[in-house]
């Protein structure tokens, strides 16, 4: 479990992380969102003790980051954006250095360096120099030394960066997998991965989480009042009309569809749906379809990040 309270970070002037509060829990993958510089990349070196933190704590699997440091690094995997890898070394040679470096023995060490070029899809590649590789083989590489001890918590800084969509699926998957039963948090810029794999995201602007959910509670709450897409067939069809349904508090667009209806997109209460249907009954018309519109996690992010109000 990763455990963050009342997080801060200063360098000199400047505060890159103000008061941040969170728990990660154990078979749960977490997404941390925010703009450069919002203060993503500050929060995960604290978490792997690469930072102090100016205030708060920060505990993983219950050990404090600054009291038990050693501790913390021995169960956590880190995958950094630019992974530090040794150019002249070859696949092979470099996880068995790092295996080494674990204290996990010749035994384990080559059955877990078996298993991590298998998850990380790297076999065909053990025998090459890490230099020879392309970019997004190096970063896999990266992502099998995070796991090749197989520790209960990984914080990955941008884990699909390089990689190919190919790459990126086989990326994702296994990331679902590890989060069934690991403490995983994980930092990217491409909002749709993280719709696909993580269960809450937590998104950053200057230093402080200005939201914190499911993308679903986080849209509510940033949306407020739910929004409805209504087709309905009538003759004529007015705004007045639909605002005259108990429920319904804003119609954001009305227009004509082929075939005689009519389709809008409005703001309502949670129980209009019944009530629409009762209004269209009295007047003679016929509801076609109604669904919720769904708010995305990029316009989430945009309306959260460019100026919006800040949601907990």
């Known amino acids: 479990m990763i455990e963050a309270e009342n997080l801060g970070k200063r360098y000199g002037a400047l ?25 993503k990349t500050t929060i995960m070196r604290i978490l792997t003790c690469y930072h102090l ?80 590789l392309s970019k997004g083989f190096r970063h896999r590489v990266g992502m099998a030394q995070a796991i090749l001890h197989d520790p209960p918590v990984l914080v990955l800084d941008e884990p699909t960066s390089g990689l190919d969509p190919n790459q990126i699926a086989d990326m994702l998957g296994l990331l679902k997998r ?19 794999v993580c269960g809450r995201v937590l998104i950053l602007r200057k230093g402080r989480v200005v939201a914190e959910g499911a993308t679903r509670e986080i849209g509510a709450r940033a949306r407020g009042k739910p929004r409805f897409r209504v087709e309905i067939r009538a003759q004529t069809l007015a705004e007045s009309h639909l605002l005259a349904v108990r429920g319904v508090e804003s119609v954001e667009s009305l227009r004509s569809a082929p075939g005689g209806a009519w389709t809008a997109e409005l703001t309502a209460a949670p129980d209009f749906g019944e009530r629409i249907f009762d209004w269209a009954v009295e007047r003679g018309f016929k ?14 992010f945009h309306e959260l990040t460019l100026g919006g109000e800040e949601s907990r």
Request: proline share 5%; net charge negative; glycine share 10%.
């Open 178 to 196: 590890l989060g069934r039963e690991k403490t995983v948090i994980l930092s990217t810029h491409i909002l749709s991965e993280v719709e696909a």
């Open 53 to 132: 933190p100016s205030s708060g704590t920060a505990r993983l699997n219950g050990l404090d980051v600054v009291e038990r440091p050693l501790e913390v690094r021995r169960s956590i995997g880190y995958l950094p954006e630019n992974a530090p890898l040794y150019a002249e070394l070859t696949v092979r040679e470099y996880l068995q250095f790092i295996a080494e470096s674990r204290g996990l023995g010749r035994e384990r060490g080559r059955a877990r360096m078996d298993e991590a070029c298998e998850e990380c899809g790297i076999e065909e590649v053990r025998n090459r120099p890490i230099g020879a």
């Open 15 to 39: 505060e890159a992380v103000r008061d941040v509060s969170f728990t990660v829990g154990s078979g749960e993958v977490v997404g941390l969102l925010g703009p450069n510089g919002a203060g």
């Open 287 to 300: 509801v076609l379809s109604l669904s919720p519109i769904s708010v995305s996690l990029e316009e989430i």
